[in-house]
């Protein structure tokens, strides 16, 4: 299994330890907060807990990005033809976007609740700050049945097609895009080439799997 399939893995699982923490740090914010209770021990370590995950995921999602996607790649390689393609504009900006929102709240909930002068203070913001990161998050995850949708589990979960019937990710993913424009038909070639490549050596692991770069000869084609 290459570097890139293995952070990929990584970052898709890590997401149900980091959404546990947030259970977690809800729930014992939200009653810390309504019985004003004091900011304990337990609450600290559940609070830090939440940020060094989340700091792992950001930093799993930072490597994909700048360095193994191919469907960032596709992103940088050409951005106004990457905008009409829903996939690659979904990976390539909106979900690293969201996603860098949802850390910072993160991290401003960390700092403002330890400025908090008593316990029930201290439990409301870190109440609102993880609700409110959890909220943006929810809302730039590739849930299943999106267009850029992506397994619940990876290696396990399949998703249905757009016409309903069951298939991978992967099968779906290749399935799609139609765009007008020649900027975009172009990083679709690009992608779609990419997918065919990588399908042949692992099938229906992810959607776009290849684990390199676009080589220069592949941009020159397009
Ligand atoms: C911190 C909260 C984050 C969560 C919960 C999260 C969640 C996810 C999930 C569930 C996937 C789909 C994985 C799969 O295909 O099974 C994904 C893919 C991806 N994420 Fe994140 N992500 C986060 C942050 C980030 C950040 C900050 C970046 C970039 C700066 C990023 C970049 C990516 C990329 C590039 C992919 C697609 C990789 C590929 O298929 O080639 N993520 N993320």
Known sequence: MSLYLITLFAHSYLRWAVLAAVVFVLVRAFVGWRRARAWTRIDERLHVALVGLTNLQFTLGVALYLFMSPLS???????????????????????????????????????????????????RVVFATTLAALLVSCASIPWPGLDHGRPLLRGTASVRSRDGQACSAGERDRAQPTVSSESGRRVVRRTQKSRAADTVSRPAVSPIQIPRKPSSSSNAST
């Open 73 to 123: 790649h596709a992103f940088f390689a050409d951005p106004a033809g990457a905008m009409k393609v829903r996939v690659v504009r979904f990976f390539g900006l909106e979900h690293p976007v969201m996603m860098l929102l949802a850390v910072a709240l993160v991290h401003m909930g960390r700092s403002r609740s330890r400025k908090a002068a008593t316990g029930a203070l201290r439990h």
